[in-house]
């Protein structure tokens, strides 16, 4: 029986491992992960940490015992430390300091990503840590649990500091963002709708700080952490959460696999890596991005259940080739909501497109239906091919379906003239006779 060994069980990695379970029941499947837990939904602490949701039993979608009760075999606590690809061979060990070694055929890594860690003094103080596991969390609540910790900062404005900013001014907390940044979610989005994000957590008391480098943080004689120190002023701090970032976990393969640019393992539609018994999967691997027509780096949760099925078929032997991505993504602030697919006109512009965008506000349905809200949607397009690059939508509406159209659009490379006829039906407790997906494309030079 062919024997396949996966590497890290979060969404990359059950997404596989369910895939192999279900529909290659001739396989034999090992996993190794070093947490205590299987499948956690990070995109939810955010929600948990700020009291939107009562427990964390909702952010898990499997476990150890539903994957051995279909037939895998869980090393769970288990450190990978070593991978000899040449005899095929996974050496990992256990919370007990026992070595386990298991063989393969083919090997599956989702191995995922690491915070980035920052180099300044006063990162070893107590009540400064990363948010990223369901540990990191859990810590964290518990600690809020204090009423002496009244001041938080948060250390990095892209999705997660954001939604963490806003968190833990749901429990009541006072908090500052800080980042080097000129805005919050640089990168994600252009600057019109970075600011609507900005004037959101302005208005809602979060107090941000950017253009600012952080220094180091300070301690107090319990060697907790009590000041942030930047380069034009210093913050109180009971806590400081990092997020500034992730980097690919490839540490077991920087030696032996071809590596992209930023370290992650490259990979190709197949998720095969530069040995052709090997798969990369989710954070730690590279994955085709539909937007520039070659390959990049987009961390998502979405991209790694994806490229988890695809690795699953084709180590199993049946060929599936991925479509490529867009990176849709989207953030929900204090009732703000904003998505985005593809290339912002920032970017675009960056990369050397001919672009130029279009954009439209106006209310989500007609202005007899009550309980309405102003749409902002841009369109980046590129003035040669006149093909879609990306989108941008921004409403106190739930907008979030709308950004699927423009995932499609930048997938199937379709102009910015057909758009401008695209059948869009309507009816008044939904949108507009004259919607904003169509009077955006109108209005395109």
Known sequence: MEKIVVIGANHAGTAAINTILTNYPNKKVVVFDKNSNISFLG??????????IE??????????????SSGAKIHMETEVFHIDYINKLVHGRDKNGNEIIEDYDKLILSTGSLPIELSIPGTELKNVQFVKLYQHAEDVIKKLENKDIKNIVVVGAGYIGVELAEAFKRCDKNVTLVDLAPSSLTGYYDEHFRDLMNDNL????????????????????????????TDKDEYDADMVILAVGFTPNTKLSEDYLELFKNKAILVDLHQKTSDKDVYAIGDCATIYDNAIEGTNYIALATNAVRTGIVAAHNACGTELKGIG???SNGISIFGLNMVSTGLTYEKAIKLGFDAEYTQYTDLQKPGFIKNNNDVTLRIVYDKVSRRILGA???????????????????????????????????????NQPYNYFTMAALSAK
């Open 43 to 52: 995109c939810g602490m955010a929600l948990w940490i700020g009291k939107q």
């Open 55 to 68: 427990s964390s039993e909702g952010l898990f979608y499997s476990s150890k015992e539903k994957l051995e």
């Open 202 to 229: 302005k208005d809602n008391g979060i107090n941000i700080r950017f253009s600012e480098k952080l220094l180091k943080l300070e301690g107090n004689e319990k060697n907790q952490v009590s000041k942030v120190v």
């Open 325 to 327: 991505v867009q990176g």
């Open 392 to 430: 941008q939508i921004a409403s106190k509406e739930d907008i979030s379906m709308g950004i699927h159209v423009f995932s499609l659009a930048v997938q199937e490379k379709v102009t910015i003239d057909k758009f401008k006829l695209l059948d869009i039906f309507f009816l008044p407790h939904f």
